[in-house]
Nanobody, 122 residues
Framework: QVQLVESGGGLVQAGGSLRLSCAAS????????MSWFRQAPGKEREFVAR????????RYAESLKGRFTISRDNAENTVYLQMNSLEPEDTAVYYC???????????????WGQGTQVTVSS
């Protein structure tokens, strides 16, 4: 059974930083496309960033480029999201998701974490 467990969320002032982690179970983690999504209250879930199996290819939501960085450690079965210069608009529940097939469409993600709350105060 695959499990994704996010951690690292919390309350931070605008301009601050947080580093989210997503620990995955499963022996084939190193082959999965991993992504972060977020969902703010009253809004739809939106894509934040993704990283391919090797870590060599990353993609970001256009509005987040330069502030967020996704990375992974396949030896530790963990994917990270470094978030800098946080803004109140970044307040949301952040989810990690795994795509075993490597597909990037929303229905390619077979596994989701429970989410971690990030709150940015002004």
């Amino acid at each position: 059974q695959v499990q994704l467990v996010e951690s690292g969320g919390g309350l931070v002032q605008a301009g601050g930083s947080l580093r989210l982690s997503c620990a995955a179970s499963g022996r084939t983690f190193s082959r999965w496309l991993m992504s972060w999504f977020r969902q703010a209250p009253g809004k739809e879930r939106e894509f934040v960033a993704r990283i391919n199996w090797s870590g060599a290819i990353t993609r970001y939501a256009e509005s987040l480029k330069g502030r967020f960085t996704i990375s992974r450690d396949n030896a530790e079965n963990t994917v990270y999201l470094q978030m800098n210069s946080l803004e109140p608009e970044d307040t949301a529940v952040y989810y990690c998701a795994a795509s075993p097939t490597g597909g990037a469409t929303l229905n390619s993600y077979d596994y989701w974490g429970q989410g971690t709350q990030v709150t940015v105060s002004s």
